[in-house]
């Protein structure tokens, strides 16, 4: 069995090592540890690997408090102490923003923290029913694999989902399409907890009726989803209102946000209501300012900077999270904000909303970032700019873009939106 040392991380929090001069990436393994490793693959220019025992242990090593950490993908760096994680992610934002940005970053915002265990209000678990053991599993995918791990319990997600995963499975195994299940969609928020089935086949009479009494007895919404996402229905609420909205608060604004099962809501809400705190101290929003909001969603910071500000626009590319943001804001009776539709990836002036005067925007785009809009963002001449960035990589692009539009980089800091991964997201402001 090979033998190594650990040199440093990458940044999906694996090992590094360096084996007859190659680069091999260890699963499991941390900076200045001796472990005896398997290979998993071999590739021209590296190798991967799996730690299989610590030889010695780094200092910052810890027992992961899940059960199944050694064979779950769901989360990769329990073993490593939380503050160490912070730090990581701090180190790699600075990598990212010299490497793709060319932008040398000394000081950072202090991260916004939040619980580390039962923070994930959703998820999308995979189902697999093993015939020949005539069991079902229910969860993530295992590390290094397209498998199904076998768990029965998960730290990571919100408590009312992850202490009955071993139900959900024993649940599934009693169904009579058990094996057209492939999806379970996750939400567990504010007024409620549901659960979307995905499923290839027509559940039967019987089915319904356990999914029913499964909701019932655990307090859950059910949703079926046998098609598209438009084909989401509810089938069972505790207050039998089948067409009762989900929500979540912010409750420092007074703000309710209401939606549908399939429509993007934050990870971890308890961060997500300090990170909508920062924003708007970023920002500093004020009675007369006018702000442009792109990539608004359901109006998770557009709401909250509506309270304080003259008038606020909110873009998003999908006319059903467009609709649904309009109705949020009538829902809490806020006049000054509205919303539109449009492909944030092309030319933005031809729209009427785009010819208004704005002198303060935010930014939160996915992963793939905004840099379109950061080409652009010169001729809106506005002075202030807050991005929230769920990829460090594609933000340090379009920092660098900002910054050859005139603006300077004046904070930045990690949000610890999903503990015990190696996902970095950041805000930061800009100024000119």
Request: aromatic share 8%.
């Amino acid at each position: 069995m090979p033998q190594t040392i650990i040199t440093s991380l990458s940044h999906e929090g694996r090992g590094i090592a360096s084996i007859n001069g190659k680069t091999c990436f260890i699963s499991d393994a941390l900076p200045e540890e001796e472990v005896n490793f398997d290979y998993v693959k071999k590739h021209r220019n590296y190798d991967e690997g799996k730690a299989t025992e610590i030889l010695k242990a780094a200092k910052s090593r810890v027992e992961p408090a899940c059960a199944h950490f050694a064979i779950c993908g769901g989360c990769s760096l329990q073993h490593l102490k939380h503050a160490e994680q912070i730090t990581f992610k701090e180190t790699v934002l600075k990598e990212q923003l010299l490497h793709f940005g060319g932008i040398e970053v000394k000081t950072t915002l202090l991260p916004i923290l939040g619980p580390i265990y039962g923070y994930r209000s959703r998820a999308r678990l995979s189902v697999k029913y093993l015939s020949k053991k005539n069991t079902a599993l229910v969860g993530f995918h295992e590390k290094n694999g397209s498998f199904v791990a076998n768990i029965d319990s998960c730290k990571i997600l919100a408590i009312s989902v992850g202490e009955k995963i071993l139900h959900l499975r024993e649940l599934i195994a009693k169904l009579s399409i058990l094996q057209h299940i492939p999806q379970i969609e996750v939400i567990a928020l504010d007024n409620s907890t549901a659960l979307t089935f995905r499923h290839l086949q027509p559940f039967s009479q019987l089915d319904i009726t356990m999914l029913k009494e499964f909701g019932k007895n655990n307090d859950f919404q059910i949703y079926l989803q046998p098609a598209g996402n438009a084909s989401v229905h509810s089938i069972f609420t505790p207050s039998n209102n089948e067409n009762a909205y989900l929500s979540y608060k912010l409750a420092d604004h007074n703000i309710e946000i209401l939606f549908k099962p399939n429509d993007f809501t934050q990870i971890n809400q308890a961060v997500n209501q300090q990170m909508v705190a920062r924003a708007l101290e970023l920002l500093n929003p004020e009675p007369t300012d006018s702000i442009l909001d792109l990539f608004c969603g359901l109006g998770n910071f557009t709401l909250p900077l509506a309270k304080k500000c003259a008038k606020i626009i909110g873009i998003e590319g999908n006319h059903i999270m467009v609709e649904q943001a309009t109705q949020n804001a009538k829902h809490n009776a806020i006049n000054n904000a509205e919303f539109h539709a449009a492909d944030l990836t092309k030319e933005l002036l031809s729209h009427n909303w785009s010819i208004q005067k704005f002198n303060k925007i935010l930014l939160d785009p996915p992963r793939t970032g905004a840099l379109e809009i950061c080409q652009q963002i010169s001729k809106f001449n506005a002075k202030v700019v807050c991005y929230v960035s769920c990829n460090p990589a594609t933000l340090a692009r379009d920092a660098k873009e900002l910054l050859n539009q005139g603006y300077s980089l004046d904070k930045i800091g990690i949000i610890d939106m999903f503990p015990h991964t190696s996902h970095v997201e950041t805000i930061a402001s800009f100024s000119k």
